[in-house]
């Protein structure tokens, strides 16, 4: 990654020719290590710049704004004094593995002045450049040549550790690669690719989760482009549903392992290695078994079905979620919140298009699943969720829960 950055932006090129210690987060921040500045006791000591970059395709990159994050204290002067005009403030910054020696303490904001008029910088040459002179000229004044930013040092970095094969920068920008990283090492395992199944897909394919394994037996049909995710080419029709978004995510991420097979209590080869499991099948006789398997391998896992009716004319129904975890599943299957037989009255089984409805009963699931990993607050834990199509309502078995 390194060397292809560095190759296809002659701004970070540059910088790299000059000596400065150039590397990259895997998180995706520029990262100059080997800054020379002052103390307020005008000792030397050396931080590191930290600046986030967006991703602009084919390799190229551009700066987010003109501001850094600085590992350091507040750089002084040869008076003694903070060097002013700085802006910014005091901040933490979660970084990855790759920069464990870098401590992010603080943010600085400061444009350049041209002709008496501030302006943005040109590109992260002129923004690194800047940002040393100020930090490091009182350094190097005091310290002369022992005070040199331009080590020319090499840091090993990289982003072995990402399953997508374009990188995730909307994490950087929003400053939350710590909690992305949560599900680095989580395999997913989604048993049911039909309507709300292709939805968690989906959702789930954009996390940075170590591998994804999906299961449908099923052939994708006309009826299943109107209850899934992405576009519809006729050349996929009649052709399995492990097949189809097999090839529409191929080319977002590695990990992505989809097989035309039916799940029952006989698949766990299937599922060694699994942390977490989705279930989406629309037969609560298709339940049982599954279910069987995933207790004896301890597998923690989320099922989601949904019920409709129609009585006085409009569509009715419930969506439901339900969170079996490894203590409490056995509770949990005693509790009958999963039907584990077939409702010959349910208006989903004759294939009626409601792919919202999908979308949102994935979009519950996969949010429950993200709140039991620690990436959403989680203020209720709850492990049944009910959401009513009438009253646009969500209630949880959480709610009636007593100390």
Known sequence: MFHVLVNRNEDLKRLVEKGYALAFDDLHYIVVRDVPYLDHELKLQWGAIVSKFIDKGDDLVAQEDHQIFFAGSHPHGLDGKPIPNLGGGTTKLALSDTSKDIVVQRSFSNKPIVTGQKRDFANFFEKIESYVTIFSGPAIDLYKDKANPFTFRVVESGNADSPFKFRDTLSSRAEIGDLAARFKNDVI?????????????????????????????????????????????????????????????????????????????????????VTFAFVCVDKGSSRSGIF?????????????????????????????????????????????????????????????????????????????????????YDELSPCHLLFGVGDLKIASDAETKTD
Request: charged content about 30%.
């Open 189 to 273: 395992a989604i048993i049911g690719l039909g309507g709300t199944g292709a939805y968690v897909l989906d959702f789930i394919v954009k996390t940075p989760v170590r591998e994804i394994r999906g299961f449908d037996k099923d052939w994708y049909f006309v009826h299943n482009a109107f209850r899934s995710p992405g576009k519809l080419d006729v050349s996929e029709i009649g052709k399995s549903k492990a097949e189809i978004y097999h090839a529409r995510y191929d080319n977002f991420r590695t990990g992505l392992n989809l097989k035309q097979k039916f799940v029952d209590d006989a698949c766990a080869e299937d599922f060694k290695g």
């Open 292 to 376: 069987d398997l995933l207790t004896r391998l301890r597998i923690p896992f989320i099922d989601v079905g949904m019920g409709l009716k129609r009585k006085d004319g409009p569509l009715d129904g419930m969506l439901r979620v339900t969170n079996y975890s490894v203590e409490r599943v056995r509770e949990l299957r005693e509790k009958g919140y999963a039907p584990l037989t077939d409702d010959p009255d349910d208006l989903y089984r004759t294939n009626i298009q409601i792919g919202e409805l999908n979308a949102l009963n994935a979009c519950l699931a996969v949010v429950r699943f993200k709140q039991l990993r620690g990436f959403y």
